[in-house]
């Protein structure tokens, strides 16, 4: 079964970090990266912008506003497809993501969600 | 048309998802004693099948993989421990002593392993809930969305329970070992109390319109089989032949709309012969260590029933004795309801109400559904029709389930 795991992270205080800081949290965050690769069950990793645009239905015309959907500190800045046996082997895989594991004051967390059953 | 690799991977998964159900249990068992971390094995595990689908379209599958799984394991334990190292120094330690330890013994201890699996997921330290997910999910190797379906939970709850549970197992630092003598009743006692628990989920749900629910009752009778297997303990067996002389008339338990059919109007044509002969087997057995108790009484009373050519020939003298026999092993006043209506069947109708009435007025089971249902069905083949009609009125307010409910309802409408 498929796994998609959004990353969440608080946008001003990401963007406040300098050069320096970011890369040292950059450097922190491939020990962990790698290693979640290295379970052969990783199948997809995107960072993600900040900048969005949002579109509503309105007849044949969608309505289109700058900015996500819903306004919360907390963006997801990055995804990650993962292939697991069942939820708890996704959180055990998820757990190895970089915003699992360090990051907490910058607001990061992930989230896990099933792929594939349509609602109805 | 799929090329021929295509079309080999696709064979090598459909192999492996059949040696995951059949030996991933007894593998990460193995890991778990050799890494000393349940977390732990459970990564070697899953990276050990990972290693298989990368590795054997071009080495073939090792003769014996489920050693190849564990040796596999085992490295890639290892090869994990040293990455994190890096991270934290603390580890190395932990690598040096597993390391030293070297290359697996022979896999006879491999039977072992999978008891102590059993024993921890069942500790006294976890609640009865968090035992049975645990024990769904890492003896009996279902998924956490097929358990939280079983037992009508969303999966996130099922999930966070189980992660809970082992984190609870490692702050105790509960060891994975087979319980001392002394201890062993009182350990055993609750891995059969969760087996319990998982068969009458199942065979309760059973006569629920969800169909795709896992068969809880058949998980519940494996491990049972599992558990006598490895620790042959009188009263596992008892258990075990409650289980496959329940499960044997399940199939007449209900009518073809769902209603609950009574086992003196169950066909018997259609009950399990093959599992009742094995359940009496067993029960014969457990009966003759004189070790037995609660399980193997109420197996060898479910025996009775079952071997009964019809429900007039059954042997309700046995049942009484039976039920006397239960009443000290663990009294209780369901018990002694049942043994109300064993006596009813067996010294006549009166007898049995008085009983059951003398209960009723003591209070304890004054709003349990099946008591005032008893009392309603001896006072309608008595001919005691007002009594009867307010013990249905008062079972029918308490009763939850449908299918009881039903029955409950037609059993009064013959009243009249």
């Known amino acids: ?120 | 048309m799929p090329t021929r690799d295509a079309n080999d991977a696709l064979i090598l998964r459909e192999r492996l998802d059949v040696l995951w159900r059949a030996e991933s249990r007894r593998v990460l068992a193995t890991l778990i004693r050799l890494l000393g971390d349940f977390d732990l094995a459970e990564e070697a595990l899953a990276a050990a099948f990972v290693t298989a689908l990368e590795t054997w379209p071009d080495t073939g599958e090792p003769a014996h993989p489920r050693a190849w799984l564990v040796s596999t394991g085992r490295h890639k334990a290892l090869d994990l421990l040293r990455t994190r190292t890096r991270l934290d120094a603390s580890l190395g330690r932990l690598v040096e002593r597993l390391d030293r330890a070297g290359e697996p013994r022979e896999f006879d201890e491999i039977e072992d392993d999978r008891l102590c699996l059993v024993f921890a997921c069942c500790h006294p330290v976890l609640a009865r809930e968090a035992q049975v997910a645990l024990t769904l999910r890492e003896v009996c190797g279902l998924t956490t969305e097929e358990i939280a379906r079983a037992l009508l939970c969303g999966a996130p709850t099922i999930a966070q329970r189980i992660v809970r549970a082992k984190a609870r197992l490692r702050e105790e630092r509960v060891t994975y070992q087979v319980p001392s003598r002394a201890e062993l009743p009182a350990r055993l006692d609750a891995v059969l109390s969760v087996i319990y628990l998982v068969f009458n989920e199942g065979y309760l749900a059973s006569s629920g319109p969800d169909l795709v629910r896992v068969d809880l009752s058949s998980e519940a009778i494996r491990l049972a089989r599992v558990v006598v297997e490895l620790c042959p303990e009188p009263e596992a067996e008892g258990l075990l032949a409650l289980l496959l002389l329940h499960d044997a008339r399940r199939a007449s338990r209900s009518g073809s709309d769902g209603e609950l059919v009574l086992i003196e109007d169950q066909d018997r044509g259609s009950w399990n012969r093959a599992q009742i002969a094995e359940g009496g087997q067993r029960v014969a057995r457990a009966i003759s260590s004189r070790r037995f108790g609660a399980y193997t009484l109420q197996a060898a009373i479910a025996a009775v029933h079952a071997e009964a050519p019809d429900a007039a020939a059954t042997d309700w003298e046995e049942i009484v004795a039976l039920y006397d026999l239960l009443l000290v092993a663990a009294p209780s006043p369901v018990v002694e309801l049942n043994r109300a209506m064993a006596v009813a069947e067996h010294e006549g109708l009166e007898r049995g109400l008085a009983i059951v009435e003398n209960l009723l007025a003591r209070g304890e089971l004054a709003n349990y559904h099946l008591a005032h249902a008893a009392r309603a069905d001896l006072c309608r083949r008595l001919g005691r029709r007002a009594d009867a009609r307010a013990s249905y009125v008062r079972a029918l307010e308490l009763a939850r389930g449908e299918p009881e409910r039903r029955l409950l309802q037609r059993r009064m409408s013959e009243l009249d």
């Open chain 1, 1 to 120: 079964m498929k796994y998609l795991c959004l990353a969440y992270g608080d946008q001003k205080k990401m963007e406040k970090l300098t050069k320096e800081q970011f890369a040292e949290l950059f450097a922190r965050c491939q020990a962990f990266d790698a290693e979640m690769r290295a379970t052969g069950q990783y199948l997809q990793g995107e960072s993600l912008e900040w900048d969005c645009v949002t579109l509503r239905p309105n007849g044949a015309k969608p309505i289109v506003s700058d900015g996500p959907f819903v306004e919360t500190k907390e963006k997801v800045g990055g995804l990650v497809v993962i292939e697991a046996r069942d939820l708890n082997d996704a959180i055990r895989v998820a757990s190895l993501h970089p915003a699992a594991r360090v990051g907490a004051e910058l607001g990061w967390a992930i989230e896990i969600r099933p792929i594939g059953t349509c609602h109805q």
